[in-house]
């Protein structure tokens, strides 16, 4: 008789558990980002037990009505062939559809596509996950570091450029302490950010939001000497622009991903002025 495994929610007491599923993956996420994510949507992290060990997960960030995000949909290595990841990306999606989200997307590696195309997902975007170190530019001194008298500004142009609110995101980005933000702030006037988060082997460089190509370039100058050799990875829509920016800066595209979403392509989270995406489990 097939053995059945009951969805239960993620919760804080999970997270050891949750980080040795995605470093046995070769993931990048920490504890932190672990953390942020079930902290942030404490009704929508999703786990799979047998017996008391923790063996698959699937998280789904809100963004309001307008967005889900679905991510961390691993299984256990030796849990594998045993249905729990449809169990988990079926749970994942109804809980979408709960919530009452307009449009539910993924990034979804060459691996999970097919599985992905099974239950109406449909290809949008391609992003790239770039990787390296940094070449060091001088910094431009528009670039500041960024504190609480910008978080009001950062908030409002987030929603502008991202469509949706991520306000709880990106508070939660301004005052966690592994998480370095910076501001570009032209004649005294923020128009752009990019967050520096640490990773478990490589720092992650995500969101990027500038409104100009010099933003863009300026932020990546300062990223790197705060980074100081350190690797770092980002994630980014694949634009010839930005392909041709980052290879100048070093990078190189570690793998590829497609952007999907549900029922049917739905253009979300790739305005030009979203330089580099948050991370695959966040959009």
Not at 62 to 79: A, E, H, K, R
Not at 167 to 176: A, M, P, Q, V
Request: proline residues 2%; neutral net charge.
């Amino acid at each position: 008789m097939k053995k059945e495994y009951a969805d239960s929610l993620l919760t804080q007491d999970d997270i050891d558990e949750a980080f040795r599923l995605s470093s046995q993956v070769g993931w990048n996420q920490t504890k932190s980002e672990w953390a942020r994510l079930i902290e942030l949507n404490p009704e929508t992290c999703f786990a799979i037990r047998d017996e008391e060990r923790l063996v698959g997960s699937a998280t789904l960030a809100t963004f309001g009505t307008y967005l889900g995000w679905i991510g961390m949909v691993i299984v256990d290595q030796s849990c594998r062939g045993l249905g729990m990841g449809k169990q988990l990306l079926e749970t994942v999606i109804a809980a979408g559809r709960e919530q009452g989200c307009d449009i539910i997307g993924l990034d979804a590696t060459d691996q999970g596509r097919p599985l992905y195309r099974q239950y109406g997902f449909c290809d949008v975007r391609a992003i790239d996950r770039w990787s390296g170190r940094l070449t060091g530019r001088a910094k431009d001194e528009a670039v500041v570091n960024l504190k609480e008298h910008h978080l009001a500004e950062a908030l409002r142009l987030d929603r502008q450029w991202s469509g949706c609110d991520r306000g709880r995101l990106i508070r939660h980005l301004f005052y966690e302490d592994t998480v370095r933000g910076l501001g570009w702030i032209p004649k005294n006037k923020l128009k752009g950010m990019a967050f520096i988060r640490e990773g478990r082997e490589y720092d992650h460089l995500g969101p990027i939001m500038a409104d100009t190509t010099k933003g863009f370039t300026d932020l990546l100058s300062a990223a790197s000497g705060v980074l100081q050799g350190k690797p770092v990875l980002l994630d980014c829509i694949r634009r010839r622009e930005t392909s041709a920016l980052l290879e100048e800066y070093g990078l190189e595209v570690q793998r590829s991903l497609t952007r999907m979403t549900l029922d049917k392509p739905r253009e979300v989270l790739n305005r030009p002025e979203l330089r580099a995406a948050v991370s695959f489990e966040w959009g």
